[in-house]
């Protein structure tokens, strides 16, 4: 008989009850570990049945009972081991499991590599990665497929350094591992060495599958590697996955993220097996393009097409609304979250929280937030950013506060909430603290995004100097958007001279950014150098860089209305021109005055002040006064900043119409009352 060898090695008497011992590796650990007895049982006539019978109860994961009957076969049929150590990992049940592993040490078939290699599964997928290394080391007999399973582990724990070594050791490798390696590599960033793994596991003459696939393409998309991606298109079409559903919804993912929306829209059109997954991978690649109107048009053709949204899909339409500052739809969206029963699913609820801050409605935010039970970090930071975004910075220190006394630690998102709220209400040396704190207290390392903001903080409140020399010394490159920040604080403080060499600065990294040229050119206009204006106008036009023109849009009665600046085409031009020229005249009774030296050409009064008087912003607020019920508040978004004097503009029209006006343009959320706005003047 088989197992005869090792009973006999045991010389375990019949019908003797036998204390397990702990095996060595347990012997630091502080698992509880229950000594269990059994009793020995050598007839095995039935078996097969046994085995049927253990085989049936796992699969049902009825374990425990698998369990009881195995004790009674246990040295007649070491395998059964694997199937009850398989089970373990479904049903959670990580005693048992240990309990197996001493089973297997005491009738001495640990070198039986399947057991070991079961075990390792095991121990990996419980995240015990001791213990999965010190069996690993202790194993007699290896083979690819135990190294496959330490890979995965270590890759687990973000241990790469070790999975690397043991890949480099491994002598004898199969796909899964090369799978294992690339995935790993794409998991913590390496992505340029996960595509040179992949094309050395081709060399060596290893088939990728869909999983390989689904890696590399993962890591083009986090290089926008769209050269890259493309040859690995061929590819997936040499090797027949370009009809497989995970394949082409990697695809799509990878064109859309390297900005290719039309390329990652037919494939996902010509995928013969549609589904969510492929709604989902559409709508947000639809998102990271800006295509928010194309967002919510594909939701209701997924919805008409019989598919029921998921968390996925509402983050990637809530979020949309956000942007469109949409509250209308917003809120019906959020209808249908509570009819879905996403309502409690707290990624939907952040998103949901972000969605009224930016459509302006902080009151929905709070609500939103005190209504969910379970709040995890992300759900606190949106909060905060929405305080932030209204200019309530105190308020948003105080939730910072109750969540450190909830015992929650913020993570970098959360700071980044801080720091944009203190530096949204010139709290420079509060901003400033909560830097440190996150470095020091919480050993979080700072991001490009984390100096931006304190750039940003430095820079309004007139630290110049000081914002210059953090940028040229964090240990973080430079990008435009930093030294944007810091060319607009120029301007605010007129600091003439670093605003050229800022302005180098940005065209050095992005000469195609236009709101550099405009803020330059905005510098020579205020100083009334035409002649400097027009040569900065000359060199854009040179370098075909196009203004991006100024874009108001307002909601009335569930339709969206777009102004462009000077745009004569909506239907009521001539109506809201001649509403206009009366509310100017009546603003100027009051006090007003045009700042004409804001605009960037050369011509007379008359002329600028015409100009001043069509900014999109004028146009939409003169259009909602007219439509909108009196007394209704009126809701404004911008495409860009709001400028100077239309912030002037704006708070005479909320005292004469004595209306609350809310501005949202690209930085921040303005609510003009009773001639104020809560801005405080400083955006
Ligand atoms: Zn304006
Ligand atoms: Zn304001």
């Known amino acids: ?16 009850f036998y204390c397990v011992p702990v095996p060595a590796i347990f012997e630091n650990s502080k698992s509880s ?64 499991g240990k309990q197996l592993h001493s089973l297997i040490f005491t009738s001495g078939c640990s070198s039986d590599k399947f057991i070991s290699n079961h075990l390792l599964n095991f121990y990996s997928k419980f995240g015990e990665l001791n213990n999965a290394v010190k069996l690993f080391d202790r194993m007699p007999r290896r083979n690819y497929m135990s190294c496959n399973i330490m890979i995965k ?81 061929a590819y997936v079409a040499k090797c027949g996955f370009e009809f497989n559903s995970v394949v082409g919804c990697s695809l799509a993912h990878m064109y859309m993220k390297a900005g290719s929306l039309c390329n990652g829209e037919r494939i996902i059109k010509w995928m013969p097996n549609c589904n969510l997954v492929a709604w989902n991978t559409l709508m947000a690649g639809k998102a990271q393009n800006r295509c928010f109107e194309g967002v919510l048009d594909h939701y209701c053709m997924m919805k008409m097409a019989g598919y029921r949204p998921d968390k996925i899909t509402f983050v990637s339409v809530i979020s949309s609304c956000s942007e469109l500052a949409t509250l209308c739809q917003g809120k019906q969206i959020h209808a249908e979250v509570i009819k879905a029963g996403a309502s409690s699913v707290v990624s939907v609820i952040s998103s949901l929280v972000s969605m009224y801050s930016k459509c302006g409605s902080l009151q929905d935010s709070i609500k939103a937030f005190l209504e969910c039970e379970e709040r995890d970090v992300v759900l606190w930071s949106s909060m905060i950013a929405a305080y932030g975004f209204h200019g309530q ?25 801080l720091l944009y709220a203190c530096s949204h209400c010139g709290l420079k040396d509060k901003g400033l603290d909560f830097f440190d704190m996150m470095v020091e207290k919480y050993g979080l390392k700072a991001r490009l995004e984390h100096y931006t903001c304190v750039v940003d903080l430095l820079g309004r409140s007139g630290c110049l100097e000081e914002a210059e020399t953090m940028i040229r010394s964090m240990p973080v490159s430079a990008d435009a958007i930093i030294w944007k920040t810091l ?25 195609q950014d236009p709101a550099s040229y405009v803020l330059i050119a905005g510098i020579h206009a205020s100083a009334k150098r035409w002649q400097n204006v027009s040569e900065v106008r000359r060199a854009m036009k040179d370098k075909m860089v196009k203004k991006e023109p100024g874009v108001s849009w307002v909601e009335v009665k569930n339709q969206v209305h777009q102004f462009h600046t000077g745009d004569k085409s909506h239907p009521k ?14 603003m100027k009774m009051q006090g007003y005055v045009p700042d004409i030296s804001s605009v960037l050409h050369d011509m007379d009064n008359e002329e600028k002040e015409y100009n001043l008087t069509h900014h999109s912003e004028k146009l939409a607020i003169a259009f909602a006064l007219m439509t909108i019920p ?54």
């Not at 800022?502 to 065209?507: D, F, K, R, S, T």
């Not at 031009?573 to 009546?586: G, K, P």
């Open 393 to 417: 910075c105190e308020k948003a220190i105080k939730l910072f506060n109750d969540m450190e006394k909830e015992n929650l630690a913020g993570n970098e998102v959360t700071f980044l909430s």
């Open 153 to 233: 582990a270590y890759l687990e724990m973000g241990n790469i350094e070790n999975a690397k070594n043991l890949f480099d050791e491994m002598t004898e490798r199969n796909v899964a591992t090369w799978n294992a390696m690339v995935t790993g590599l794409v998991k913590f960033g390496l992505n340029e060495e996960a595509l040179l793994l992949f094309s050395r596991m081709n060399v060596l003459g290893f088939v990728p599958d869909e999983y390989s696939f689904g890696s590399v393409l993962r890591g083009c998309a986090h290089l926008r590697a769209l050269f890259v991606g493309e040859q690995v298109h």
């Open 487 to 511: 060319l607009s604080a120029c301007k605010i403080h007129k600091n003439e001279e670093m605003a050229r060499r800022v302005a180098e600065e940005v065209l050095r990294i992005d000469p």
């Open 1 to 16: 008989m088989l197992h005869f060898s090792f009973m006999a090695r045991f010389l375990l008497p019949r019908t003797t």
């Open 630 to 683: 009196k007394g209704e508040p009126i809701r404004v978004m911008k495409n860009l900043r709001v400028c100077s004097d239309c912030h002037v503009a704006i708070k005479y029209i909320s005292e004469i119409k004595n209306l609350e006006i809310i501005v949202r343009d690209s930085s921040r959320f303005h609510h003009f009352k009773n001639g104020v706005c809560s801005c405080g003047d400083y955006w």
């Open 33 to 96: 570990f229950s000594s269990i007895s059994f009793k020995t049982h050598s007839q095995n006539d039935s078996f097969s049945d046994t085995k049927q019978q253990i085989t049936t109860l796992c699969s049902k994961g009825h374990i425990k009972k698998a369990f009881e009957s195995f004790l009674c076969d246990i040295w007649t049929e070491p395998r059964l081991f694997s199937i009850l150590i398989q089970s373990c990992i479904p049903t959670n049940s990580v005693s048992l």
């Open 573 to 586: 031009f001539v109506e809201i021109n001649q509403y206009l020229e009366e509310l100017t005249s009546e």
